[in-house]
């Protein structure tokens, strides 16, 4: 059996998924499905009502995609050698970068993967979270699952062990936003809550419109923000960066653009309102968002024993993948 703890949650402007008849690429079937992975099926996991009252309900974490993102990496590195992407660009991608462009839309690439893994449905749990990942005294893997099951009157959570002969964390690292440490940050966030925002939990560019939002950040997900709301926001869209991405420039020159320090006091403006002082001591009132394109932590909550993590990468291991000394566990950075 393959666990994924997989959804295409779009929230806001979503584009339908195309039927999966729209692509005839499929993938290279020289693995059975019985050949990926052996479990064994132990007894379900029955929590009692009084512990299961403080547990939150587990819907999936929403993705951090939004309706018309497109990929940031050429669709050439992000494909598998035995099956290419189709090619198939977003209007909005057309527009900014012309036809035939490296991007994808998120919508081409789930059916690329949908496709990729149709002949392994069968093999597949989703809409399954993996609580925990121990090591048991017979060297296997340990899993405790948990699943939404439908009842009469409702739904009800499912929880069960199972024991693999060997785990691969594929859970990629764009699930934990990282936060800069700012003064004034900690305060903010229990009395100014809703001017605060991570961009993985971005659905709609309309919410902006006529907002003073000032963007931290100065790479990827910054400039892909400032290019989404610049000239919807009232007066200039302002970005608080230390560095930026050599391979971004054009993108901070737009009009309604400006370009500041990085932020060295945050305080709360009236209920709704933020005050922003930057480190060149300049000042900014009035803002109405605050947005964090500041990248992610890479976490693997579910493992029972904490690997160390140094950088967003788990030392001992074989080329960042294996692990040495207990090749049973690896970790895939790609997925």
């Not at 121990?134 to 699943?147: A, F, H, N, V």
């Not at 062990?161 to 594929?170: K, L, P, R, T």
């Not at 305080?267 to 009035?286: C, H, M, N, V």
């Not at 904490?306 to 207990?326: E, M």
Request: proline share 7%; charged share 25%; aromatic share 10%.
């Amino acid at each position: 059996m393959i666990l994924l703890q997989w959804s295409w949650q779009i929230l806001g402007e979503d584009a339908p998924l195309p039927h999966r008849s729209h692509y005839r690429h499929r993938a290279s079937r020289h693995l059975s499905p019985k050949s990926v992975a052996r479990r064994e099926r132990t007894e379900t996991v029955h929590i009692p009502a009084e512990d299961n009252a403080g547990v939150p309900s587990d819907d999936t974490m929403p993705t951090a995609m939004y309706g018309w993102l497109d990929t940031n990496v050429p669709a050439d590195l992000m494909a598998f050698t035995h099956t290419p992407l189709p090619e198939e660009n977003s209007p909005i991608s057309v527009e900014r970068y012309g036809d035939g462009n490296a991007t994808r839309p998120w919508y081409t690439v789930a059916q690329y993967l949908l496709e990729l893994v149709e002949w392994l449905q069968g093999s597949i749990s989703f809409e399954t979270t993996v609580v925990s990942v121990e090591k048991t005294w017979s060297g296997k893997w340990r899993l405790t699952l948990r699943r939404p099951e439908a009842v009469e009157g409702g739904k009800r959570d499912l929880w069960w062990q199972e024991e693999f002969d060997a785990v691969i964390v594929a859970t990629g690292q764009y699930s934990e936003p990282f936060l800069p440490k700012i003064p004034g940050l900690d305060r903010v966030v229990n009395t100014h809550p809703e001017t605060l925002e991570h961009v993985n939990a971005v659905r709609s560019r309309e919410q902006y419109a006529s907002k003073r939002v000032v963007i931290v950040g100065g790479s990827f997900s910054a400039s892909d923000a400032v290019g989404d709301i610049y000239m919807l926001v009232r007066g200039p869209l302002y970005v608080s960066r230390s560095s930026h991405s050599p391979y971004i420039t054009e993108i901070w020159n737009l009009s309604n653009v400006e370009v500041r320090p990085t932020i060295g006091q945050i305080e709360g403006q009236d209920r709704t309102k933020l005050k922003l002082t930057f480190s060149d001591g300049s000042k900014l009132d009035d803002v109405d968002k605050l947005i964090f394109a500041t990248g992610y932590r890479f976490s693997v909550p579910f493992l029972s024993h904490q690997p160390v993590i140094k950088a967003d990468r788990v030392p001992g291991t074989y080329q960042h993948v294996f692990r040495i000394g207990d090749p049973s566990l690896a970790f895939s950075r790609a997925c």
